[in-house]
């Protein structure tokens, strides 16, 4: 049925564009990559849901090639220019290959532009019990490539999650990975959280553009949860938020803000409860605020689409809105990745009087809703709002509308910092009913019961803590010219520097495996931040120095600006603050790197590495492991993704790693 839709599609064409709702109709759409047209035709229409391509044992591999067509960048599989939906089951094993096809990497720069500054940034100068700072360097874009799987709790080396070293070739340009292919096997745990979780391109350096690109796709991971919802008559649909372009200047969001005034359910934006004094923990040297990035009113408006169709700022039109159609009495699952490279997302559902309409939350990314022992939390409908940062997922169950009414699902407006992008409020969805007959797959019974999950990180409230840090995040204008940003993440401890992230330098933080650790992550900055550590689920204690009643499990969590409102003219500054339990089991052993998701931050040097260190090894102080370590696939070697002249990937990742 899907291939007589597209095929249907085709013969229909008509030429469109990226442009303002009255003009978008995406019936140009013609997904198939050709030689003419890598990246297919058109853009989506509005309703398209990206296809799903199963793992299984008649089709154990996906092949994912990257194309380019000018300024936009796919994945392409079995033929078709959209990144489809991998569904694999816990206990699998996914086998991704990644062909590297793009042919001129010079016009992503397109997407990166960088202003010119008519009076130069100076340089920070030293202060006695201030952290020195190490100013960064632009990355050039070179088109090289590889796979991250946001979530996956599977061990940082080849041929598994590891993004540090192993990259592709793009078609042109220096070879520095020595290879245009490579193959990724996942052994997916049998205890690794059901749930939603996603695929992007991790190059130091070149994430942005390749994301802005249209680089990104959702990866399903089944369980028993899924088997009973589908018993119910349950369906699910994945919804996912990119990030097209940020070209609006302040003004005109402001207009766009203000048509929305007039709509039901309109608020103002949200904006996270703000530090209170003192709310620093004194640890090491303390971080230069007055020279840090100042309050703006030239942050661009972070454009945005969903499952590849545009969104509309300002007040929308239903005709301007992705239509989602139920059963009258049914529900659906919605499963929600927030793949856009720094707009925040603040989802609710409501009514046509603007009352917010109750969800049922099933999971946060991808980990479902459970207590520290594993059991489950009550499906309790909650018409809160739900804020999703960068990277983040949320998975809801969602009741269709009565016969004659709608609901209209959208995002709040985020107030993300003075320093931070505009983030209005836009309606993303309307929902009607359709009328139940008997013939219809699901009757009006209640949603099955969640059943209990046991993961790696069940039981993590319960460890003790092993050791405490304070982990910083800072942003300074680059020295020179170029209007850029340098973007730091350190541990705040006695002789450390705020230095961009190095993929030569050592690892920021060094644990052996089967440590526990609570981490306050500190944000000096004038805007929000979104932070993340691959491998791992941590446990959120406390937002601001309050306590949460019950820690949300998370792999993204949103780090609340500094206070007052601009922290490089105030006499006192208050970092926003979380804190967060960790747990780095011997499973997940080699180089973990931590970052904001915010991603042209990460390009731009706010990004670290916790090496953890499995029983058995040791590393000298001076940073050289000992011979064993090093021989883990992806562990102490040069980064060829960088500077190396390329190798061979290990043909299977070390027994002792592997997950259990």
Same mark, same amino acid.
């Given at each position: 049925m899907r291939f007589l839709i597209?095929?249907?599609l085709i013969c229909c064409a008509s030429t469109t564009s990226w442009a303002d709702a009255d003009e978008y109709a995406g019936m140009a759409w013609q997904p198939y990559s050709t030689a003419q047209h890598p990246c297919g035709i058109g853009i989506p229409p509005r309703g398209d849901f990206p296809h799903d391509r199963w793992v299984n044992a008649r089709r154990p591999v996906v092949r994912l090639t990257v194309r380019q067509e000018g300024t936009r960048l796919c994945y392409v599989a079995d033929g078709i220019a959209e990144a489809p939906v991998i569904r694999v089951r816990q206990g699998d094993t996914l086998t991704i290959t990644l062909r590297n096809e793009i042919t001129d990497p010079a016009l992503l720069e397109a997407l990166l532009p960088a202003g010119k500054l008519a009076s130069p940034n100076g340089s920070v100068p030293h202060q006695a019990g201030?952290?020195? &700072?190490?100013?960064?360097?632009?990355? *050039?874009?070179?088109?090289?490539?590889? +796979?991250?799987v946001h979530g996956f709790s599977v061990p940082p080396v080849a041929p598994q999650d590891e993004v540090l070293m192993g990259c592709v070739d793009p078609a042109a340009g220096t070879a520095l990975c020595g290879q245009r292919e490579m193959t990724y096997r996942y052994n997916v745990p049998t205890n690794m959280s059901p749930g939603l979780y996603w695929y992007h391109p991790h190059v130091h350096g070149e994430v942005t553009a390749q994301m802005l690109a249209g680089l990104s796709g959702a990866i399903v991971v089944e369980g028993a949860d899924d088997k009973a919802r589908d018993a119910a008559g349950i369906p699910?649909?994945?919804?996912?938020?990119?990030?097209?372009?940020?070209?609006?200047? /302040? #003004?005109? *969001?402001?207009?766009? @803000? @203000? =048509?929305m005034v007039a709509l039901p359910g309109v608020k103002m934006p949200v904006t996270l409860v703000p530090p209170p004094a003192g709310n620093s923990v004194v640890a090491g040297l303390r971080v230069d605020t007055r020279h840090e990035l100042g309050c703006s009113n030239k942050t661009a408006v972070d454009e945005i689409s969903l499952n590849g169709a545009p969104v509309v700022d300002g007040a929308a039109k239903d005709a301007d809105l992705t239509p989602v159609t139920m059963t009258a009495g049914t529900t659906q699952l919605w499963r929600v990745l927030? *793949?856009?490279?720094? *707009?925040? %997302?603040?989802?609710?559902?409501?009514?046509?009087?603007?009352?917010?309409?109750?969800?049922? &939350?099933?999971?946060r990314d991808g980990a479902p809703v459970t207590d520290d022992a594993g059991?489950?939390?009550?499906?309790?409908?909650? #018409?809160?709002?739900?804020?999703?940062?960068?990277?983040?997922?949320?998975?809801f169950l969602v009741s269709a509308p009565a016969l004659g009414h709608k609901y209209y699902w959208l995002s709040h407006a985020v107030d993300t910092g003075c320093a931070g992008d505009v983030v209005p409020e836009r309606r993303l969805a309307v929902v009607t009913p359709l009328p139940y007959t008997d013939d219809g797959d699901q009757g009006h019974a209640a949603p099955p019961a969640?059943?209990?999950?046991?993961?790696?990180?069940? $039981?993590?409230?319960?460890? /003790?803590?092993?050791?405490e840090r304070i982990v910083a995040f800072a942003e300074y204008p680059r020295p020179g010219d170029a209007d850029q940003t340098d973007f730091y993440i350190t541990e705040r401890r006695p002789g450390a520097l705020l230095r961009p992230f190095d993929m030569l330098g050592p690892p920021a933080i060094t644990v052996p495996a089967g440590a526990v650790e609570e981490w306050v992550v500190e944000n000096w900055t004038n805007e929000l931040h979104a932070f993340h550590m691959h491998q791992v689920h941590f446990r959120v204690l406390s937002v601001n120095g309050?306590?949460? #009643?019950?820690?949300? +499990? %998370?792999?993204?969590?949103?780090?609340?600006?500094a206070g007052p409102a601009d922290v490089t003219s105030a006499a006192q500054v208050a970092p $926003?603050?979380?804190?967060? =339990?960790?747990?780095?089991?011997?499973? +997940? #052993? $080699?180089?973990?790197?931590f970052h904001c998701h915010l991603v042209d931050h990460e390009d731009n040097g706010m990004m670290g590495v916790v090496r953890v260190v499995p029983h058995g090894n040791a590393e000298r102080g001076d940073g050289v492991e000992k011979t064993g370590w090093s021989d883990l696939p992806g562990v102490g070697r040069v980064p060829i993704c960088r500077f190396g002249a390329g190798r061979a990937w290990a043909g299977a990742a070390s027994a002792s790693l592997a997950p259990r």
């Open positions: 597209l095929f249907l201030v952290m020195d &700072i190490v100013p960064g360097t632009a990355h *050039a874009v070179t088109g090289r490539t590889n +796979l991250h699910d649909r994945v919804f996912i938020v990119r990030q097209e372009q940020d070209t609006d200047a /302040k #003004a005109v *969001a402001t207009k766009a @803000a @203000a =048509k927030n *793949a856009a490279t720094d *707009a925040f %997302l603040d989802l609710v559902l409501m009514d046509e009087t603007g009352k917010p309409v109750p969800v049922r &939350i099933v999971a059991r489950p939390g009550a499906l309790t409908p909650t #018409a809160d709002a739900q804020l999703v940062p960068p990277a983040g997922r949320v998975e969640p059943g209990a999950s046991s993961s790696l990180f069940t $039981g993590l409230l319960a460890r /003790k803590t092993d050791r309050k306590a949460l #009643a019950d820690p949300p +499990l %998370l792999d993204t969590v949103t780090v609340p600006a $926003g603050q979380v804190r967060i =339990k960790i747990y780095f089991p011997e499973a +997940l #052993a $080699g180089d973990i790197p």
